[in-house]
C-alpha cells in the first residue's frame, strides 16, 4: 500500500512540473580530431529546475528498529503459541474421553452379563414355574378298578364264567385327552406272569375324561372250565389293563397308567348262585403282579 502511495505522489509531482518551461541547455561544445588533436573540452551542461518541487505523501510509515526487526524475524517459541496450547488440551481431552469410554464399556460388558444372568434366572424360574404348574394341574388317570362278575344266562343256577372290566379314573383337576384304555386276558402257567402288549389289531377310540370322572374299558370274559382250572391251581389267569391319555397344556406328552393282576379266588365258581333277590358274596379278587406296573 506504501508503494502504491508513493507512485501517485511522484505521478502527481511531474504533472505539475510541466506547467513551468525549462530553459535551454547553453554551452559551446567543441570536437577535435581524433588523429594528434587535443581532446575536446569538457562539456557543460546547466540544468535549471523549478524553484519548488511539491510532493505529497500519503500513509502511514512505520519505523522499526534493529533490535525490534531482530526479535520480529526470530521464529517465536511453540509454547507461546495459544494453538499449541489448544491442541495440547485436545489431546488431553481425547485420553480422558478415551479413558470414560473404557470404563463404559466396561461396565456395559458387566451390565450385560449381569442382564444375562438375570435373563437365565428368570427363564429357569418360568421353566419351574411351568413345570410346576403342568404337575398340579395335569390330569391324573389311574386303573382304579378290576370288577370280575359272574355271568347267568336265563334260569341257570351255575355261573357259565366271569366277565371282567377296569375302570380308569381321572383324579386330576384337568380334563385328560386323546384317553385309549386296552385290556387283555391271558391264560398261562402259575407264577410265571405273562407279557402284554399293545398290538396294531388293538383297536381302541380315543376319548377324554373330565375331572373326578371315570371311564371303563372292554370286557373281556373268562369261561368256566378256565375258571375251574385256575381254582385248581392248574393254570393263572392274568388280566392287564393300560391307558394312554395326554393334558391340555402339551399335547405332546403322552402319560400313561398300566397295571397287570392276576386273579385269586375266594370260592368255588361252581358254589355261585344267583336268585335275583341276594347280592352274590365276594368270589374272586386281583393280585397285582409283574413288571408291567406303572405310571407317568
Not at 111 to 125: E, P, Q, R, V
Not at 200 to 221: L, N, Q
Request: glycine share 4%; hydrophobic share 40%.
Amino acid at each position: 500500500m506504501r508503494w502504491v502511495l508513493l507512485a501517485l505522489a511522484l505521478i502527481v509531482g511531474a504533472v505539475q512540473s510541466q506547467d513551468k518551461p525549462i530553459p535551454p541547455v547553453t554551452g559551446q561544445a567543441k570536437a577535435g580530431d581524433k588523429k594528434n588533436k587535443p581532446p575536446a573540452p569538457k562539456q557543460e551542461v546547466t540544468v535549471n529546475l523549478p524553484s519548488s518541487l511539491n510532493v505529497n505523501f500519503g500513509g502511514k510509515l512505520d519505523v522499526v528498529s534493529q533490535n525490534q526487526q531482530a526479535r520480529a524475524n526470530e521464529e517465536p517459541s511453540k509454547w507461546l503459541d495459544p494453538v499449541t496450547w489448544f491442541t495440547l488440551a485436545l489431546v488431553i481431552a481425547n485420553i480422558f474421553l478415551w479413558l470414560a469410554t473404557k470404563d463404559i464399556a466396561g461396565e456395559a460388558k458387566a451390565a450385560s452379563s449381569i442382564a444375562k444372568t438375570a435373563a437365565d434366572a428368570a427363564k429357569k424360574s418360568a421353566d419351574v414355574a411351568e413345570q410346576v404348574m403342568r404337575n398340579t394341574q395335569r390330569p391324573f388317570v389311574f386303573i382304579s378298578t378290576i370288577s370280575p362278575s359272574a355271568n347267568f344266562q336265563g334260569d341257570e343256577e351255575v355261573t357259565r364264567g366271569f366277565t371282567v372290566s377296569a375302570k380308569a379314573e381321572n383324579t386330576g383337576p384337568t380334563p385328560a385327552i386323546s384317553c385309549q384304555l386296552w385290556t387283555k386276558i391271558a391264560i398261562g402257567e402259575p407264577e410265571k406272569v405273562m407279557w402284554f402288549a399293545v398290538s396294531a389289531e388293538d383297536e381302541c377310540p380315543a376319548t377324554t375324561i373330565g375331572p373326578s370322572r371315570s371311564s371303563s374299558g372292554a370286557m373281556r370274559f373268562i369261561p368256566l372250565d378256565y375258571l375251574m382250572r385256575a381254582f385248581r391251581k392248574e393254570t393263572a389267569i392274568y388280566f392287564w389293563a393300560r391307558i394312554n391319555y395326554a393334558d391340555m397344556f402339551n399335547t405332546g406328552i403322552t402319560y400313561h397308567t398300566e397295571l397287570c393282576a392276576e386273579l385269586e379266588f375266594l370260592v368255588d365258581p361252581t358254589t355261585l348262585r344267583w336268585d335275583r333277590k341276594t347280592r352274590l358274596p365276594d368270589f374272586a379278587t386281583f393280585k397285582v403282579v409283574g413288571p408291567q406296573n406303572s405310571a407317568s
